[in-house]
Structures are given as C-alpha cells and as structure tokens.
C-alpha cells in the first residue's frame, strides 16, 4: 500500500519554464510533508517542507502547496534551471518516537531542457 | 561539519554471503537511519537507531539487521544475500530539533550476482 504516491516517472520542462512536481498521499494523519532532490551518485538533500497546518512555503524559486482536502502536494520551481535538473521525491511524517513514520514517495525525474 | 559518510561506496557479493555497511553521522546527530532504493521504488524505509538502541523498524525480513555504537556510528548487516538485495542503500543522520530533516551520505551500492 503506497500512502506516498509520485505518479510522473519523470518530467521534462524548458529552461526558463515553470516545473510542477506533484505528490499524493492517503493518509490524512500525516503532519508534516518534505520534498526532497537527488542527482546521480549522491544522496538526496533537503530541499523544502510544510507543515499540514499550513497551504504554501515559499523559499527562492520553490514553493510547495498543500491541498489537504485532495491530499496533495505539489512543488513548483519557478524559473527552472538546468541544474534543478534531478530526481524529486515527496515524504510525509507523522507520529512521534517509535510510532513516528517518515514515508517517501517513489520519485520524479525532472529534467530541464536548454 | 563533514557530511554523512558510508562505506565501501561499492560492493559485489553473491547470493548467500553477506555484507555489513557502515554509516558515520554528522557529528552531534543521534539518530540514524537506514534505507534502500531501488529503481521506482523510491525509498524504503528499513531501520531507525538512536542512542544505540533502535527506534523504529521497516517491513523488511530478518536477514537485515543494524546496530548502533556509542559514537553514533551505525552498520547495517545482510545475510544470505539475495538477487533482490541488489539496491543503493542510503543512511540518513538527524539532529534532535528535526527527525524530519534527514542528512544523506552518497550510499553504497551492492549488487548481489
């Protein structure tokens, strides 16, 4: 059961152009969502989260939107560049100590064409 | 502050050995945790340790196991490898303000032929 669901494999979008990476989870009790930037031969780093009791964050050109009531998440990257050219993955967490559960989506290869 | 590290970066096993995988934290994170990734599968969550004790458990089978040390240092063992082992294994470190903010090392890839 995928309580994390990325469903573009990949994603190919202009340099320039705004890129939309979308996210959906079933899980209303998750609180706290992350997206998370990969690229080849290196582990994935941090890139930008939200809590569920808030519908936007913005940092520079990434801005993440949460619609609770669809249970999705989205990540937008706007202008997009050549380096944000990578994987995207979604995680949502809930619960604390031994019930605390950080569940990853399976990731979106974004490339961004010249 | 150096980064997460793992060790070997590569591996090649056959089916039925077994290997052990290293995972040194960023220094002052307690908690590490353990993943595997294999293509569109995204990342699965195996095992989480903290203060040497371990936290929180993955769907995975007994054959996977890990251990923490007093300097937070942590190693995942496999035994009696399989095909399906084949994958990047990723350690992530936290600190005690953000178990949600996770720092990964590079992983290491084992391929199991």
């Known amino acids: 059961d995928q309580q994390v669901k990325q469903n573009s494999p990949s994603l190919s979008v202009q340099e320039g152009r705004i890129s939309i990476l979308n996210c959906d989870y079933t899980n209303s009790m998750f609180d706290y969502f992350l997206w998370y930037k990969k690229y080849p031969a290196e582990g994935p780093t941090f890139l930008i989260s939200i809590s569920s009791i808030k519908d936007k964050n913005e940092d520079g050109r990434f801005t993440v939107f949460l619609n609770k009531s669809a249970k999705h998440l989205s990540l937008h990257i706007v202008p997009s560049q050549p380096g944000d050219s990578a994987v995207y993955f979604c995680a949502a967490s809930r619960g604390m100590d031994s019930n605390y559960q950080l569940i990853w989506g399976a990731g979106t290869k974004l490339i961004i064409k010249p | 502050k150096a980064g997460v590290t793992q060790t070997p970066r590569y591996l090649i096993k056959t089916r039925g050995q077994q290997v052990t995988l290293s995972c040194s934290p960023i220094s002052g994170h307690r908690s590490v945790s353990w993943y595997q990734q294999t293509p569109g599968q995204g990342l699965q969550f195996l095992f989480e340790y903290f203060s040497e004790t371990q936290r929180n458990k993955g769907n995975f089978p007994g054959r996977f196991s890990g251990r923490q040390f007093s300097n937070s240092r942590s190693e995942m063992n496999v035994s009696t490898l399989e095909l399906g082992d084949s994958a990047l294994y990723l350690c992530?470190?936290?600190?005690?303000?953000?178990?949600?903010?996770?720092?990964f090392g590079p992983g290491t890839r084992l391929t199991v032929l």
């Open positions: 992530a470190s936290s600190d005690p303000s953000g178990r949600d903010t996770q720092y």
